[in-house]
């Protein structure tokens, strides 16, 4: 869409941070951490976790993390959140990613990809669609340049703009809610499966 803010670009730009931290710091943030450390898995890939708890605990990490960027989206620090949340998401992953080829060569993406499916089929749509949501609520509530009123007035004609926000962020909460579900009840399995072949 037109002049959409670059959260793409953002994220790869973390990314990369987060390899290049890792890597040239990974005497400090791996060796001396214990991150992804071998017998850390190995208790892991032993351990049955109760998944009732586990999604309780999951949901609140996550839906604080939506609703501090949702209700930051309404204030004149929306942008600046969207953006820090954008670099933030690829560092993250960029860091976990450089962690685990650091320590265990190419079987480290492997070991990425079992921590984060199947929830991050669901996580990542979501977690873009809040980043976009979060923008044009912040350009509608204080419309800069040509984002302005006017602009989602006539998007949004079909129903009230305020009906519209309220409408996608629900849409939005469902996909991170059944992310959650995801990562209490289908991931673990999916881990310790993984964890038993290293």
């Known amino acids: 869409m037109r002049g959409r803010f670059p959260f793409g670009y953002i994220f790869l730009v973390g990314l990369l941070a987060g390899i290049l931290v890792m890597n ?3 005497n400090i943030l791996l060796d001396g951490t214990g991150l992804l450390e071998e017998e850390t898995l190995r208790q892991m890939s032993s351990t049955v976790s109760d998944s009732s708890v586990l999604f309780v605990f999951v949901l609140r990490e996550r839906m604080i993390e939506f609703a501090v960027l949702a209700l ?3 204030t004149y620090l929306g942008l600046a959140a969207c953006v820090g949340a954008a670099g933030w998401y690829g560092f993250s992953v960029g860091a976990f990613l450089a962690a ?5 060569g190419l079987r480290g993406i492997l070991l990425a990809l079992a921590g984060t499916l199947p929830q991050y089929l669901l996580y990542g749509p979501a977690l ?3 980043l976009l949501w979060c923008e044009k609520t912040f350009r509608m509530i204080y ?8 602009y989602y007035q006539e998007s949004d004609s079909k129903i009230p703009a305020f009906s519209g926000r309220v ?32």
């Open 100 to 104: 685990g080829v650091l320590r265990y």
């Open 143 to 150: 419309g800069k340049g040509h984002y302005g009123k006017g």
């Open 24 to 26: 040239f710091g990974k």
């Open 167 to 198: 409408l996608s962020l629900l849409i939005l909460f469902a996909l991170m809610l059944a992310g959650c579900a995801l990562e209490s009840f289908v991931n673990p399995a999916i881990l310790r499966g993984f964890l038993r072949t290293l």
């Open 128 to 130: 873009y669609g809040l």
């Open 72 to 74: 930051a989206a309404t």
